[in-house]
């Protein structure tokens, strides 16, 4: 199995730029994904890092250090549409690829 | 548009009375997979397939059965639901890299289906 660790809650403003961390346990690896999913909708994909380094995508930017179990999710320019749910999940490198979420990180956007 | 289906989108139902939650994708994707999510639980997979014919079981298949007779289609049967099979419930899809040759297996997710077992 996998442990997957990222803040419960985080808060930032309107315009500003926020890091959501992600730490991972693993036997195996086969990829990292960011989802972010609004309030009783759908997880919708945002990112994918299998390669150590900064994936960038517009507003939203993503990091993976494979040797530390580590990555996050950066948020640029925020916008209150921002405000929603943001789960870190594992792809394990097994034959049913499955991915294992953590529990997500609801972020507020104030203005 | 392509996407993933899911039916109903709420249901509310009594202990043991068999329901089915359909699930439909439009992408000729191979692999599907469902998850319920609960608070503070993330989501957990409970079945998935490869492709037609081949399905196993995820993380908490228990009072669960799926079939995959057609390639778009993965329903979902609760044959005897109880109140701790209450949750939101999600399909999943993507293609398997081993055959399309592309590097992620991205999988993209159906509306949910709000299920209430009283």
């Known amino acids: 199995g996998q442990n997957i660790d990222q803040p419960t809650e985080m808060t930032a403003t309107e315009g500003a730029i926020v890091q959501i961390n992600c730490t991972y346990q693993?036997?195996?690896?086969?990829?990292l994904f960011w989802y972010q999913q609004h309030a009783g909708e759908a997880p919708t994909f945002l990112s994918y890092n299998v390669l150590d380094g900064l994936e960038e995508k517009g507003r939203f930017s993503s990091f993976l250090s494979r040797s530390k179990g580590y990555s996050y999710l950066l948020l640029k320019e925020l916008q209150m549409k921002d405000s929603a749910s943001y789960l870190c999940?594992?792809?394990?490198?097994?034959?049913?690829?499955?991915?294992?979420f953590g529990s997500g990180t609801r972020l507020q956007v104030q203005p | 548009e392509a996407q993933v289906t899911q039916n109903p989108r709420y249901l509310i139902t009594v202990t043991g009375k068999k329901l089915t939650v359909t699930c439909s994708q439009n992408m000729n994707h191979e692999y599907m997979s469902w998850y319920r999510q609960d608070p503070g639980l993330g989501l957990r997979q409970i079945y998935y397939s490869m492709n037609v014919e081949v399905t196993d079981k995820g993380d908490v298949p228990e009072g669960y059965k799926v079939s995959r007779k057609e390639k778009r289609n993965f329903p979902l049967i609760l044959e005897s639901p109880s109140p701790n099979q209450t949750s939101l419930y999600f399909c999943?899809?993507?293609?398997?890299?081993?055959?399309?040759?592309?590097?992620?297996?991205?999988?993209?997710f159906g509306p949910g289906t709000r299920l209430t077992v009283l």
């Open positions: 693993t036997s195996g690896f086969n990829g």
């Open positions: 999943a899809s993507s293609f398997d890299p081993r055959t399309s040759g592309l590097h992620t297996d991205t999988q993209y």
């Open positions: 999940a594992v792809n394990e490198d097994t034959g049913r690829r499955a991915l294992t």
